[in-house]
């Protein structure tokens, strides 16, 4: 009997734990806005497109309205669609949503280092020292003499025959990148720099966003293949690339004449040694450089590409305009741009009809928060799930991970 005794009690107690999480669940469901109901484990992932995320994100706001939650697993996440929903998080509540969720795929691959992924005063001291340092380096007439010599070099390579330009719009904003961040540009054919900008456009294609089955199930699939294991593949060799473009700086460091990023960032590193609370070490300084990729080679390329589509579709304006500002034979520079109004009308219709980023990197609330009629708590550090932001362009989707 005692046997039968301990399971009975054993039995009963899991089941007083389980109606409890049930409950718990329950209540928080009641607190949060209203959404399709969740399967265990799972989550509401069998009602989810995940090669067309947005698109389930825009059918979901047509029923249940501009907010609403899914379940991401067992991670809830309050979704908010739509321009007015996006304006009055980021502006009218902006303090509140100003730190960056982690999702499991994002823990793994930055460990909440760099400019783009870090949080609180790693963040703050990071971002400034970005800021300041990039102005330093001239993002001036600086930085528009190195846009006029590389597009001196893609100029003369779309001259040659008819071809898909896409690689070398890549090539060309890249490397441009490429000058800032390690004070060099590559030839376009060098191997390394062709793997560093294979491995920027595949983890591009592949994607990091809340759709990836890791951010869903990511104790079980750290054991299993798939494209998550790319995804991490490719980071480590990434930072394999820009350490060793650091090795190289640090033998050749001259403090009084920073020559980019790298230089100004070892600069303070040294500067910082002494300091416990200092963002400013290797790690941070890897991932940061990365991040000046990740923001600006592929997306910049991308409006390349669809600028050039447009051109081709209506020539006739644009071009007499540029032939009567700048010529046949003049570089073209940002003081042309004031004679040009159409010109400049162009390229801002680009941008607004081009959804660049559908599902962009995740954000979190700095503080317990009501938005609109709904409580959104502030995570604990230790949550499987930060509190998480996802944005599309067009329509803007803003996504909250729960604990």
Same mark, same amino acid.
């Given at each position: 009997m005692e046997p039968f005794g301990l399971t009975s009690i054993l039995l009963l107690c899991g089941t007083c734990l389980l109606f409890m999480a049930i409950q718990r669940k329950t209540s928080e469901r009641r607190r949060m806005p209203p959404g399709p109901f969740p399967l265990p484990l799972i989550g509401n992932f069998l009602q989810l497109d995940t090669k067309n995320f947005p698109r389930s994100m825009e059918k979901l706001s047509q029923k249940y309205g501009p907010v609403f939650t899914i379940y991401l697993g067992s991670a809830p996440a309050v979704v908010l669609y739509g321009h007015d929903v996006v304006m009055e998080a980021l502006v009218t509540q902006g303090d509140e949503f100003t730190d960056r969720g982690a999702s499991p795929i994002l823990t793994k691959t930055t460990n909440g280092t760099g400019i783009g992924f870090s949080n609180g005063e790693t963040w703050k001291q990071i971002r400034h020292f970005a800021e300041t340092t990039l102005d330093m380096l001239g993002m001036g007439q600086n930085i528009e003499k190195k846009i006029q010599k590389e597009a001196g070099f893609l100029v003369e390579r779309l001259k040659r025959r008819t071809f898909d330009p896409t690689s070398f719009l890549s090539q060309t904003t890249t490397n441009i990148l490429c000058s800032i961040s390690f004070g060099k540009r590559f030839n376009?054919?060098?191997k390394n720099f062709l793997r560093f900008l294979h491995l920027n456009v595949e983890r591009k294609r592949i994607g990091i966003s809340p759709p990836t089955l890791y951010n869903i199930f990511p104790t079980i *699939?750290?054991? *299993?293949?798939?494209?998550?294991? +790319?995804?991490? +593949?490719n980071t480590e060799e990434l930072k394999q690339f820009v350490s060793?473009?650091?090795?190289?700086?640090?033998?050749?460091?001259?403090p009084e004449?920073?020559?980019?990023?790298?230089?100004?960032?070892?600069? +303070?590193?040294?500067q910082e040694r002494q300091n416990s609370h200092s963002a400013f070490d290797h790690p941070n300084?890897?991932?940061?450089?990365?991040?000046?990729?990740?923001?600006?080679?592929?997306?910049?390329?991308?409006? *390349? +590409?669809?600028? *050039?589509?447009?051109v081709m579709k209506y020539p006739k304006k644009i071009l007499q305009e540029i032939d009567s500002v700048i010529g046949p034979s003049q570089t073209p520079c940002m003081a042309d741009l004031d004679k040009m109004p159409y010109t400049d009308a162009v390229i801002h219709e680009i941008h607004r009809c081009l959804a660049l980023v559908p599902l962009n990197l995740p954000r979190t609330v700095i503080k317990d928060t009501f938005f609109r009629q709904y409580f959104i708590p502030k995570v604990s550090l230790a949550a499987t799930y930060n509190l998480q932001v996802e944005i599309w362009y067009t329509s803007a989707i803003f996504s909250f991970f729960l604990n």
């Amino acid at each position: 009997m005692e046997p039968f005794g301990l399971t009975s009690i054993l039995l009963l107690c899991g089941t007083c734990l389980l109606f409890m999480a049930i409950q718990r669940k329950t209540s928080e469901r009641r607190r949060m806005p209203p959404g399709p109901f969740p399967l265990p484990l799972i989550g509401n992932f069998l009602q989810l497109d995940t090669k067309n995320f947005p698109r389930s994100m825009e059918k979901l706001s047509q029923k249940y309205g501009p907010v609403f939650t899914i379940y991401l697993g067992s991670a809830p996440a309050v979704v908010l669609y739509g321009h007015d929903v996006v304006m009055e998080a980021l502006v009218t509540q902006g303090d509140e949503f100003t730190d960056r969720g982690a999702s499991p795929i994002l823990t793994k691959t930055t460990n909440g280092t760099g400019i783009g992924f870090s949080n609180g005063e790693t963040w703050k001291q990071i971002r400034h020292f970005a800021e300041t340092t990039l102005d330093m380096l001239g993002m001036g007439q600086n930085i528009e003499k190195k846009i006029q010599k590389e597009a001196g070099f893609l100029v003369e390579r779309l001259k040659r025959r008819t071809f898909d330009p896409t690689s070398f719009l890549s090539q060309t904003t890249t490397n441009i990148l490429c000058s800032i961040s390690f004070g060099k540009r590559f030839n376009y054919e060098d191997k390394n720099f062709l793997r560093f900008l294979h491995l920027n456009v595949e983890r591009k294609r592949i994607g990091i966003s809340p759709p990836t089955l890791y951010n869903i199930f990511p104790t079980i *699939l750290d054991y *299993l293949p798939g494209s998550h294991q +790319k995804i991490f +593949k490719n980071t480590e060799e990434l930072k394999q690339f820009v350490s060793r473009q650091v090795d190289v700086h640090q033998k050749t460091l001259q403090p009084e004449h920073p020559r980019d990023f790298i230089d100004a960032f070892l600069i +303070k590193m040294e500067q910082e040694r002494q300091n416990s609370h200092s963002a400013f070490d290797h790690p941070n300084l890897v991932r940061s450089t990365l991040d000046l990729f990740t923001g600006g080679a592929q997306s910049t390329s991308l409006v *390349l +590409k669809y600028g *050039l589509l447009v051109v081709m579709k209506y020539p006739k304006k644009i071009l007499q305009e540029i032939d009567s500002v700048i010529g046949p034979s003049q570089t073209p520079c940002m003081a042309d741009l004031d004679k040009m109004p159409y010109t400049d009308a162009v390229i801002h219709e680009i941008h607004r009809c081009l959804a660049l980023v559908p599902l962009n990197l995740p954000r979190t609330v700095i503080k317990d928060t009501f938005f609109r009629q709904y409580f959104i708590p502030k995570v604990s550090l230790a949550a499987t799930y930060n509190l998480q932001v996802e944005i599309w362009y067009t329509s803007a989707i803003f996504s909250f991970f729960l604990n």
